[in-house]
């Protein structure tokens, strides 16, 4: 992270906005957070959440939102303020009015599928949101003013050209094969499992015995005339590989559906009767070069190869809709958040109680 010079940059910056933040305020609350005087409209935008599903601010109206600007792969900050989030949600689980959002600001890594794996693994049941289409986070990012280093996005698609994108094989004798693809020969939007695996096997001399199902899209019954049996006894089944946990796992949806540079880079056919351990990982017969050199073609290290730059802000939004407060970098005290969150839901004669009290916390 960039520290205090972006600290300092972002406070500069907020005290230009139309709607300045100041000390002075007619509110009689004397709030711990930075206060816009006078408070603002949020912009609204609609996103995807960790279970695919589109989220929008409006959606919660006559809410109290927290929304912070995180990321998974953050070494620092933005780890310390989702465990304070994460301790907030938790001390304030009844408060049926709050609301909790936090925003990737590196879409590249935090693809739907990952921010469910992360939340998961933290126990984090709020929502957190990112986009596949790039543009539509820094939309977000520039209404919030939020100062992001896009260098990585932008030179994505470049990086991914690069890239070999790979197929293994295991057949049922349990030999296998490890197949390059070319990332110039894929769709440049939207390519699949399929546009990967028919370009792996063509560049290759691999024949393809394939059907194609009205509900389920392509099946292979064969690989270089290796055809599964009529009497169902072993099949070909897919795999794709998770960068994360760095192994294959059995896909959950058809070839069709696994997006390339989104859910995985590399895709598997194996035979079902063979000995799984035996499937070859990516780059397992790539020549890697010298030995203390381990980043070919964005293969081993390309996971580490940059860091996300962005000024740590995290907004209160009033039941209003109005961007209300605003704590900047990480080390704001909880119980200091907390009590600024508890006048805004009880105490805050600025915004309209609501009658109709929803059950559920918002997550």
């Not at 691999?206 to 199902?213: D, I, K, P, R």
Request: charged share 20%.
């Amino acid at each position: 992270m960039r520290g205090k010079s972006i600290g300092l940059a972002i406070l500069m910056m907020i005290s230009s906005m139309s709607g300045c933040i100041g000390d002075e305020h007619d509110n009689a609350h004397n709030f711990h957070a930075m206060e816009y005087n006078p408070a603002s409209p949020a912009p609204d935008f609609t996103l995807t959440d960790q279970n695919g599903q589109s989220v929008s601010l409006s959606d919660y109206e006559n809410k109290v939102v927290v929304l912070a600007f995180t990321y998974t792969s953050c070494p620092d900050v933005c780890l310390a303020i989702e465990a304070n989030l994460n301790y907030i949600d938790s001390e304030m689980s009844e408060e049926s009015n709050l609301v909790f959002l936090s925003i990737s600001i590196d879409p590249a890594r935090d693809t739907p599928s990952h921010l469910l794996e992360w939340t998961a693994q933290r126990g984090y049941d709020w929502t957190h949101l990112t986009s596949e289409n790039h543009s539509e986070l820094t939309h977000v990012w520039d209404d919030y003013h939020l100062l992001v280093d896009t260098e990585h996005i932008n030179s994505d698609h470049e990086e991914h050209s690069e890239m070999a994108h790979q197929v293994a094989v295991l057949y049922p004798d349990n030999t296998t094969a490890l197949l390059d693809g070319d990332h110039n020969m894929l769709p440049e939007e939207n390519a699949t499992g399929w546009n990967l695996t028919e370009n792996a096997m063509a560049m290759n001399n691999v024949s393809l015995n394939y059907s194609v199902h009205e509900t389920y899209g392509h099946l292979i019954n064969g690989i270089n005339e290796v055809d599964s049996p009529s009497d169902g006894s072993w099949y070909w089944a897919l795999y794709i590989w998770n960068d994360t946990s760095m192994a294959w796992e059995e896909s959950q949806v058809g070839i069709d559906e696994v997006m390339i540079m989104h859910d995985t880079d590399h895709v598997a056919w194996a035979a079902s009767n063979a000995n799984l351990s035996l499937l070859p990982s990516p780059g397992d017969e790539m020549d890697m070069g010298d030995d203390d050199s381990h980043d070919h073609d964005g293969m081993d290290g390309e996971e580490e190869m940059y860091e996300v730059g962005h000024n740590t802000v995290t907004f209160i939004i009033d039941k209003n809709g109005n961007k209300r407060l605003v704590y900047t970098g990480s080390d704001w005290s909880t119980a200091d958040f907390m009590e600024d969150l508890s006048y805004l839901l009880h105490d805050d004669s600025s915004t309209e109680a609501t009658s109709d009290e929803q059950s559920d916390h918002g997550h």
